[in-house]
């Protein structure tokens, strides 16, 4: 029995030693968003935001528009770090959505003037997060980046 169990043990040793194997993180694939974009704009009841001048470090990796769930927004990125930054939006009560978006983020009593709009940090979620009411919708950028990431993507949003 003990010979069977250092026969198998050699073996995996051998699989594992000339089966090529790759640790590394796969690539993530960058979308194009632009049709989404435009659809969005056309269908929502509120001015649509998405980042413009950012470096072409930041990759798209995923869009989404529901116009039968609140006119549900939603864009995210990898930014140049690795970290996770989305964009969400949507007519739904405030507070819900938030916490959604957040995964869980509580208001502090932080709040910051970007491009002209005032935005409340979120954090101890899932994910920090910047909120703005207004516009006719609550937009939230949130995700694993950090607060200053988070507030670069803010400073890119054109809301038309």
Known sequence: MILSLGLIGLMAGVIYLFIPHDDSAP????????????TARRAASYPVAAPE???ADWKATSVRFQGDDFDAWHLGFQA?????????QSTQKPSA????ASQGGKATKATQ?????????YTGGRYDAL?????????????TG?????TEMAGALKMT
Do not use: C, M, N
């Open 146 to 150: 950090s607060f200053d990431r988070l």
């Open 80 to 88: 140049p770090d690795g970290e996770y930054v989305q964009v969400e």
């Open 113 to 121: 003037e970007i491009d002209g709009r005032t935005w409340t940090r």
């Open 27 to 38: 690539e993530i694939k960058k979308v194009d968003y632009r049709v989404e974009l435009l």
């Open 53 to 55: 001048g950012l470096s």
């Open 97 to 100: 959505f938030i916490d959604d």
């Open 131 to 143: 909120v703005h009411e207004g516009d006719g919708a609550t937009t939230v950028v949130a995700g």
